[in-house]
DNA sequence: CGACTGCTTTACAACGTTGTACCAACGATG
DNA sequence: CATCGTTGGTACAACGTTGTAAAGCAGTCG
């Protein structure tokens, strides 16, 4: 049963030898040029399958001059939205046979600039962005003219292709929502100093109380620095040490929702009886647990399409004037602001 | 502020011509080779920095043989043990100077299948794969000779590196922890027909219950076809409404063991009180459910680490005798098997 | 002073692919 | 019969890089 595989891959050449031809007559069947004679395209066929021919990617990337790579540069695997969207960015870039390369900033504006440096410009046909602390100087770093599209709110304002929700309007419904409720001490977390998203969905939060009547007050206004659970919890824990604690928390992701959550179990106060909680993003952790999180559901598969035709356009036709797509969202109403255990 | 980049990429010899030397001394100082005069070193790394010189990836490896990527081949990013390896990986391999290729098989024989298939040969230095449902016939597909080094336990015996934790003993741990809390019907969630951890992790909790004289029952014995929190919530629903439902339940993966908690809640039944739940994995949603998931804790950080290095060994010496790797892992003691809510 | 040694640099080829230019048949057209 | 366009095929160069071999130039030794 031992099999010696011959050490070496076969080559174009190998099959022009093995089939009697030119390296150029193979090189066209491999490319399904038309005008080869169906004789020599049989032959060329078999030799084909015999060696077990697979092109050179890397040389045929030289050649070109394009690489069949693009990179999704995100800020974090762990952080479940990211997770998913990573996996359907991967399926959406695959129809367009491409490989993904995706790179981790951890947040920081060090490791963003990091990442777009290290990217050779010759790696990658173009990137999929998520920034989160970018601004404008940094995109020098990125190399002249790499097709980029970005993803979710930037604050930086560049001529570039960009996709996402309204966050604006996200924010408002969901505190909307919870105004419905008859809440009135409505807190938020997750406000950031450098986050384009933040801002948006800040701002989206006033505008539903200031609808409503309601004053904006700034102690319950709640930041974070990291959009994880720790940071949900501790968050949570600020607000409800406070003189009059909130009634209902809008937290700026499911993670914090999730910290926020526990963070008041830990203390002896319900949800959503005492504190109704919502979410940002609907990922999966949010349907199941206790109580379920009622939240934000930006529509992600469309998110990740829309993105990788919009990167195949922009490759295609560098030229074109940059274009911004607004996905759709909804709000998914569950057990952290309703009845319900 | 308008500043037309130029169209093309600075090369080895675009640098040359401004530095007045041949390509081959540019690429010398590139690459850090020691006799260069320093006279000559100088005038080359200005014009380096001048032009902005990045070196060409692709061609590099044409010419070298490798291609700085690897691939890292895992079911799917939104199960949170994957995501988590997949970052720490994707760190690791950076130490490396690879690219981490990351490819999703959805957990599908077919799709770990059309994945090594679509991997060229000459795309990636070596993979990091961690199966599912592979088969050993399946590994035709990956081109010969390819370095591999699988993650976790695989019941293919091929001659392969490995890294893993005793998946047995592990178990055999979580289920002992239960009987010492003194449960008596305890369950288990995640047999599968095809997969070698759910084997071993079987095997495992057979071994604690003979150990502690305790019977074997086939029908406190959960099969689950997929690790999603749904898999989990439908396996506890069964079990629930069984003559003697269990008063513990081993999760062969935290995500089953969220949707186990999730279900009995829904039934009204209190965990740990009713029922302990121990899952598998220490993701991080575990330590922040309610209540928090007592859980197997294996290193992933050693892991992916341990993986990286066994892949860089195999890249530089493919001849080498495989190894096994068993990284450590612990028992962590949460809300779900403790006296607090 | 010739030969050897060590440093420094260069020209050239090669990695595997594809675009360009060109050549050779062939049948159809003038 | 000369010409032309179409079809089918090839040789060569080039993408940007690095390994090899070899050459130039010191200085040193016998």
Chains 1, 2 share one sequence.
């Not at 190399?143 to 993803?151: E, F, K, Q």
């Not at 106060?269 to 999966?284: I, K, L």
């Amino acid at each position: 049963m031992i099999r010696l595989e011959e050490a070496r891959l076969a080559t174009l050449k190998d099959v022009a030898a093995l089939a009697g031809v030119s390296v150029k007559t193979v090189s066209n069947v491999v490319n399904g040029y038309a005008f080869v004679k169906p004789e020599n395209r049989r032959r060329v066929e078999e030799a084909l399958t015999a060696t077990g021919y697979r092109p050179n990617i890397g040389a045929r990337n030289l050649r070109r001059g394009r690489t069949g790579f693009v990179a999704l540069v995100l800020p974090e695997l762990v952080v479940p939205y990211f997770a998913e969207l990573a996996g359907l960015v991967l399926g959406a870039a695959q129809e367009q046979e491409w490989n993904v390369l995706i790179e981790q900033t951890l947040g920081t504006r060090e490791g963003e600039r990091d990442t777009l440096a290290s990217l050779g410009p010759h790696m990658i046909d173009g990137a999929i962005v998520s920034p989160e602390a970018l601004e404008a100087r940094d995109f020098g770093e990125l190399a002249p003219g790499i097709p980029v599209v970005m993803l979710g709110e930037h604050s930086v304002d560049l001529p570039l292709d960009h996709v996402g929700i309204d966050n604006v309007e996200a924010a408002r419904v969901a505190v909307a929502h919870l105004i419905g409720l008859g809440r009135t001490r409505i807190a938020a977390i997750g406000a950031h100093p450098h986050r384009g998203t933040a801002a948006q969905r800040l701002e989206g939060y006033r505008k539903a109380l200031t609808e409503a009547g309601l004053p904006v007050r700034d102690d319950l206004v709640a930041t974070a620095l990291n959009y994880h659970r720790r940071d949900g919890a501790d968050a949570m824990a600020r607000l409800l040490a406070g003189d009059e604690p909130p009634d209902a928390v809008f937290c700026f992701n499911d993670l914090l929702a999730v910290g926020a959550v526990r963070a008041a179990a830990e203390r002896g106060v319900r949800v959503p009886a005492d504190v109704a909680v919502v979410g940002f993003d609907n990922t999966e952790e949010g349907t199941y647990s206790l109580p379920s999180l009622t939240t934000v559901a930006p529509d992600k598969a469309a998110i990740a399409r829309a993105a990788v035709d919009l990167l195949r356009r922009r490759v295609d036709d560098p030229e074109r004037p940059p274009e911004h797509v607004r996905t759709p969202f909804s709000l998914e109403i569950r057990e952290s602001t309703r009845g319900g255990a």
